[in-house]
Structure formats: C-alpha cells, structure tokens
C-alpha cells in the first residue's frame, strides 16, 4: 500500500536535522608549484600547479551537493585558488580569515626534506630542542586557539547549515589532534591531511565538536609516494 507522508511529519524531520547539529568541513589547499621543494610557509606568490588546480575542481565538484552556508578562506594564494571554484558552485561571498593561515616556521623559505635540506645543517638543530611547542615555529596552543576560533566563526555564519573552510596542512591536522585529545607531537609523514582532503568537524545541538571524519575527494589525483 502506498505510503503518505503528512507535512506535519516532513517539517517534523526537518527540524531534527537542524538540531542535530552542522558540520564545518576544513580543505586543504590542492598542489603547490614547487619543483625545488621550498618550505613555502607564509611566503606570497605560492600558486597551484596544473594537477593543484585540477584538486581544486574535484573538491568543488564534491562540495556541489552539500548544504553550505558560508565559505572561509586562508588570505595565501594557494588557499585562495583552491576556494575559487567552490565558489562557483554556490551563491555564496568569500569571508577571508586570516585565524586560517599557515604556521610561521623559521625554516621558511629553505629547502626542506627529510634526509636532505636545511635538517642535514647542524646550524639547524639549535632550532629543533622543543618538539612538544615547538621551538622552531608557532606554538601549538596558538594554532589550535586561532583554527577554532575559524571553526566556531564559520559555524555561526552558515546560520545552521554546513561551512567550508579552506587552509593549511599543519594548522588542520594540529586542531584534529587537539579535537581527539591526541599528543601534539608527532612525525609531518604521517598526517592524515593530503592535498585536497577533508578534515570535517561534526557538530552537535549546541554547536559544540562531536566528532571529527575524513575523505579524500581528490586521491586519484595526489602524487605517488616514493
């Protein structure tokens, strides 16, 4: 027999969906154009490569289904290109928030590689005493204060539906840590946070974190590891 629905009871589901909560979606930023493996940091003028741009696409293309109510940005261009087609597939104006930038780091602007780079010059390790702050960069405490004050920022302006918030490696995967009262510390080779990934943050009724996810819209498209 077929089934009717009162809209009473669609109203009703609705409204459940509200309350249980929004989600605010943190995106890495898709390829950088960097041959010479710089650690680019906060230096300007960092633009995506060809496959970045291509992250950037696949990931608005993900977004095009989802509720979204407003879209964050970090102020660096590589955030800013990535932002720029999911932009396209939403009515939505650009708030560019600078609590999403990426960390300062002293060793910005050198090249920057495990087993090679600026790490093989004992004029480095001086820098290196404090893993748990850490001493050669922008305390944790401060990352993670700043990205949730872009979270809940974000939350607030959706005005109950799903956010974007478009950033960086370390300051995303700090805050995920922080989020699932894991230790700070811990080896950059092994974030879960490639080129173009997800990290979201599942809200409850009263707008506080409950749970974190992540995707990889992008996979088919991240280099191969060596």
């Known amino acids: 027999f077929p089934v ?8 009703n589901l609705l409204l ?10 943190f995106v890495r930023h898709g390829e950088v154009h960097n041959p010479e493996k710089i650690l680019y940091g906060l230096q300007p003028g960092w633009r995506l490569s060809e496959r970045g741009q291509q992250m950037a696409e696949v990931v608005a293309t993900w977004s095009e289904s989802l509720p979204i109510g407003a879209i964050y940005s970090s ?40 087993g090679s780079g600026v790490l ?3 004029k480095s390790w001086r820098h290196l005493w404090n893993p748990w702050k850490p001493s050669w960069g922008e305390p944790y405490t401060d990352l993670i204060s700043r990205m949730l004050k872009a979270l809940f920022s974000a ?15 370390l300051p995303i995967w700090i805050l995920r840590l922080a989020v699932e009262g894991r230790r700070l510390i811990h080896d950059p080779r ?37």
């Open 155 to 169: 939350r607030d302006s959706a005005n109950g539906k799903a956010a974007i918030c478009v950033s960086h490696q």
């Open 16 to 25: 459940y969906a509200y309350l249980m909560g929004q989600t605010i979606h």
């Open 75 to 114: 102020p660096l261009q590589r955030a800013q290109e990535t932002v720029a087609p999911i932009l396209e597939k939403h009515n939505l104006s650009l708030i560019t928030d600078k609590n999403l930038i990426e960390a300062r780091n002293i060793f910005e602007g050198q090249k920057f590689e495990f």
């Open 190 to 226: 092994k974030r879960e946070c490639s080129l173009a990934s997800v990290t979201s943050f599942e809200l409850d009724s009263d707008g506080m974190i409950s749970a974190v996810t992540y995707k990889e819209p992008a996979k088919h498209l991240l280099p191969s590891k060596k």
């Open 120 to 122: 093989r010059h004992p």
């Open 4 to 11: 009717t629905i009162s809209s009473e009871l669609i109203l």
